[in-house]
């Protein structure tokens, strides 16, 4: 069954600890992406990766930050001088860079800084 | 940077009434994706428009792209329950922009 999965669902952390969220695909694709969440805000791009080993900052970078080590994943690292990390987060992949992909989201993780 | 609104950001209907969700751009878009979240879910991708003046159709959904490729709609012809989520309208470069979505709310 192809697709991307994140965990976990929800994620509770203390406020100041750093916290990783998990995304993988199975889908052979070149582009991940993710995003923040917040009710009423849309979508807001954090960073995305168009080939293994290269990423780029999207337009809410500050206090996140990734790594693309291999193709089927691209795990988001949220950290302590993330001011308001609270969030739903969404992770995304398509087949490659080419601007006419759909993108393809996984379940989302939901995190709850206390 | 290039950006998409939409217009209402939310809307209460009744079902079986009709639904009209806009997008709007001030630059000239390539293309235009729709995507649909239902609450608590990830978006779900519906249909893209390339073509200027472009109409598609899925069932009762119709997705437009103005003449200009600087504006787009989706209309729901009497609406169900299970059309209930949120609608975004998206542009790709090599990154998708998406709008900040219309909320569609049903009434039974």
């Known amino acids: 069954d192809g697709g991307i999965t994140q965990s976990p669902k929800y994620l509770f952390r203390k406020e100041g600890q750093n916290v990783t969220l998990s995304c993988e695909q199975n889908l052979n694709h070149d582009a991940m992406y993710w995003y923040r969440q917040d009710p009423g805000q849309g979508l807001r791009l954090i960073y995305y990766?168009?080939?293994?080993?290269?990423?780029q900052k999207g337009d809410i970078a500050e206090g996140y930050s990734v790594s693309r080590e291999k193709k089927e994943s691209f795990p988001l690292t949220v950290t302590s001088a993330q001011k308001n990390p609270t969030a739903f987060y969404l992770c995304?992949?398509?087949?490659?860079?080419?601007?006419?992909?759909?993108?393809?989201f996984g379940p989302g993780t939901r995190l709850t800084v206390l | 940077g290039q950006q998409v609104m939409q217009i209402p950001q939310y809307q209460h209907v009744q079902e079986g009434e009709d639904f009209t969700t806009y997008c709007n751009s001030s630059?000239?878009?390539?293309?235009i994706q729709w995507y649909k979240q239902r609450p608590g879910g990830h978006p779900v991708f519906l249909i893209q428009l390339v073509k200027s003046g472009e109409v598609k159709k899925q069932k009762r959904l119709t997705f437009q792209f103005g003449e200009a490729k600087k504006n787009s709609s989706l209309h729901i012809t009497a609406t169900q329950t299970t059309d209930v989520g949120t609608y975004f309208c998206?542009?790709?470069?090599?990154?998708?922009?998406f709008g900040p979505g219309t909320s569609l709310s049903v009434i039974p």
């Open positions: 990766s168009q080939i293994v080993n290269d990423f």
């Open positions: 630059t000239t878009l390539s293309n």
């Open positions: 995304a992949s398509s087949i490659d860079r080419a601007s006419y992909n759909e993108q393809f």
């Open positions: 998206g542009t790709s470069y090599d990154k998708v922009i």
